[in-house]
Each structure stands twice: as C-alpha cells, then as structure tokens.
C-alpha cells in the first residue's frame, strides 16, 4: 500500500510538473503573441500617420496653390486698374510736363 501511495505522489507530481510546463510554455506564446501584435499596431500606426501626413501635406498644397491664384489674380487686376488710371490721366500729365517745359525755356531766355 504504501508503495502504491508513493506511486500515485509520483504521478500527481508528475502532473503538476507538466502543467507547470506548459502553463509557462501558454505564458511565453502568449507574451511573443503580445509582442508581436504591438510591433503590428505600432506599424499600422505609423502607416497611418504617414498616410495622414501625406494628405494634410497635399491639402496645404493645394491651398496654396489656390491662394497663390488669388493673390496673382488680384494684383493684376489692380494692375489693370492702375494702368488704366494712368491712361486716363496720361493726356493731363503730358499738357502739365509741357506746359512746365515751356515755363522752364522762358525763364531761361
């Protein structure tokens, strides 16, 4: 009897050493399988910033250039809008500038 008590410790512990065994073999595939689902969310996300960045990237590029066209548009309508003013007072100009050459060629006489 005693021998078979002695048997069964035996087994027990036996057992007991191999689910110890593979409860520390569940525990380091479940620590490489956290492991390697962070190095995947860490990828992802650094996927995603990238891709984020890319498209703010191309949105300010694009609002720039559409400022860049209304800045341009605008300084030629002033443009526009000065030249014509010029020619409207071009005629005045050039009877003021003779008129003050003339003054200038009597006075020197």
Request: hydrophobic share 35%; proline share 0%.
């Amino acid at each position: 009897m005693k021998t078979e008590v002695l048997k069964n410790i035996k087994a027990t512990e036996s057992e007991y050493q191999k689910t110890i065994s593979e409860a520390l073999a569940e525990k380091k595939r479940n620590s490489a399988n956290a492991e390697l689902e962070a190095d995947n969310l860490i990828m992802k996300a650094t996927h995603d910033a990238e891709e984020y960045k890319k498209a703010r990237m191309a949105e300010a590029r694009v609002n720039a250039d559409k400022r860049h066209g209304e800045i341009l548009e605008a300084g030629k309508q002033r443009a526009a809008e000065l030249k014509e003013r010029g020619t409207r007072n071009l005629g005045k100009a050039v009877d003021l500038l003779v008129s003050r050459f003339k003054e200038r060629l009597h006075v020197h006489s």
